[in-house]
């Protein structure tokens, strides 16, 4: 599987490309055709500078009609390139690909050097065996972990690390994704803070979702807080936005974004959606209607307005101010979700488009870092998954290797789950309980921390999830998010972005606004 992920990177990915070209044996690899399909990559890039991607099936095309082929490869080469083909647009983690062949080329390295030993002891021409033996230095065909910046390489280098730092693996639209989508990076840690219930679940699963739509590889591992069949009923509500539960049923109201000014009929801008507002009689104010707005008015201004009254998020200064207010539309959800609905929104989304999304699922108190990190070199082993993104819901329910203090546990947890983002060069998401005190506070800050602060220092960054403790916000459909730690840059915990959601339709992210 090794060879797989090496051909893999050859045809996909240029950077691969460019760090193996320099010292490229094509004897490190042991299959005829993945040499041939090798050799065809090095051509093309000496060539064009880059990756071949789907130029190589016109290659081999071309070499097929040309005679280029042993006869004994033709099929071969064809089953491994059609084999490959559903992989040709996915992401390709590069620096985890080049570990793994540099361990591969080595072992392959010693394995030749062996084989020629033998032959020599066979033929009985020991001295010339002693020779070899004695004059063995290994090529290292990859140099990963050492950097001369006086020297040409560091220029590809320094393109490199730009492109990985400003290409975010899973995106968000509008004011959530400014604050997000920077650190949803490779070799990220990210995770969220909430107290219990308040949808740390949903939204580790609507990151995970939206990096397949991305074409990255996503590994899901459930370490205790639901069931593989809750996980697929809760996947399938998402896709299809219908409700789990017959409660849920009926008339439902959406939040959808809309702005304060709109509202209070206090714009007179020409891109103005409409000319009239629905809190004019006042019951609202510009200074307080964001912290005092509810339920219970919005439905009475759509009694009164209806469907007449129409959101407003046209100008700069809406996306720029904090002016954000919510407005809701109704639904109507006839039926829950059906068996056959959920497998046909399976088929579409995951099979058809083959996007990659593996969970694996444990019983509380069970799952550990080691076992997360041999599942993943089995499924790579396996079928040659490599994910991009391993989400974990979450970590304060693994359980660490070593028996210790349990605030230590946990520190070694969080040591370990950041090793983990940085070996595989992969994003890492987890989520992480707030204190008791949160319970009472309307957003939570660093001192809100469970069982170790040392946490905050193992992240690249930390999100708050929060709702005021009374509930108002929650029967509208609303969650704020606040950055609680970014390693990159200045931050103000104080500050917030606010996320409409709607959780009985699977659907933790509907729109955002400042």
Not at 422 to 446: F, G, H, P, W
Request: with cysteine; proline share 3%.
């Amino acid at each position: 599987m090794v060879e797989r992920l090496i051909i893999t990177g050859l045809i996909n990915n240029t950077e691969f490309l460019q760090q193996i070209r320099p010292t490229w044996d094509p004897e490190v690899l042991g299959s005829a055709s993945a040499q041939q399909i090798a050799s065809w990559c090095i051509e093309f890039f000496d060539e064009f500078g880059t990756a071949p991607a789907r130029n190589i099936e016109d290659i081999y095309f071309e070499k097929k009609e040309g005679g280029d082929i042993p006869r004994d490869m033709v099929e071969e080469i064809r089953e491994d390139l059609e084999d490959l083909a559903s992989e040709y647009d996915e992401s390709f983690n590069v620096k985890y690909a080049l570990k793994r062949a540099r361990k591969y080329f080595t072992k392959r390295q010693l394995e030749n050097h062996q084989k020629e030993l033998e032959n020599l002891i066979a033929e009985g021409n020991l001295d010339a065996a002693d020779d070899l033996a004695r004059s063995y230095r290994p090529r290292d065909l990859l140099v990963l972990d050492d950097l001369d910046l006086s020297g040409s390489e560091v220029l590809l280098k320094v393109e490199n690390a730009f492109m990985a730092i400003s290409e975010p693996l899973l995106e968000y639209p509008g004011a959530l994704g400014n604050m997000l989508n920077q650190h949803m990076v490779r070799g990220g840690f990210v995770s969220y803070m909430a107290r219990e219930k308040l949808g740390k679940s949903f939204r580790l699963l609507e990151d995970g979702v939206r990096g397949t739509m991305k074409r990255n590889k996503v590994a899901f591992f459930q370490a205790g807080d639901m069931t593989e069949a809750q996980q697929l009923k809760r996947i399938g509500s998402y896709l299809t936005k219908k409700p789990i539960h017959e409660k849920y049923l009926g008339e439902i109201f959406l939040p959808h974004e809309d702005c304060l000014k709109n509202q209070l009929d206090l714009c007179d801008r020409e891109e103005r959606q409409d000319r009239f507002g629905v809190f004019t009689g006042g019951e609202f104010d510009e200074d307080d209607i964001r912290k005092s707005i509810n339920k219970e008015a919005l439905l009475e201004a759509h009694l009164d307005f209806g469907s007449d009254y129409r959101p407003c998020t046209n100008c700069e200064e809406f996306h720029n101010k904090s002016l954000g207010v919510p407005w809701l539309k109704p639904v109507r959800v006839d039926h829950v979700l059906t068996v056959d609905e959920a497998k046909r929104k399976f088929q579409q989304y995951f099979i058809d488009k083959n996007r990659r999304f593996k969970i694996s699922t444990h019983p509380n108190n069970t799952l550990t870092i080691k076992a997360i990190k041999n599942i993943l070199m089995e499924w790579e082993r396996k079928d040659g998954f490599v994910p991009d993104i391993i989400i974990i819901d979450y970590a304060d329910l693994l359980v660490a290797e070593h028996t210790k203090e349990f605030r230590h546990t946990q520190n070694e947890i969080w040591k370990d789950l950041r090793a983990l983002s940085q070996e595989r060069d992969c994003l890492v998401l987890t989520a992480t309980q707030a204190d008791a005190k949160s319970y009472e506070k309307n957003l939570i800050t660093m001192s809100n921390f469970s069982e170790d602060k040392r946490k905050f220092a193992h992240v690249t960054a930390m999100f708050g999830l929060n709702q005021d403790k009374y509930g108002r916000e929650k029967k509208m459909g609303l969650m704020r998010v606040n950055e609680l730690v970014v390693r990159e840059g200045e931050f103000d915990v104080t500050s917030s972005v606010t996320v409409l959601q709607n959780l009985t339709l699977g659907r933790p992210f509907l729109g955002s606004y400042i």
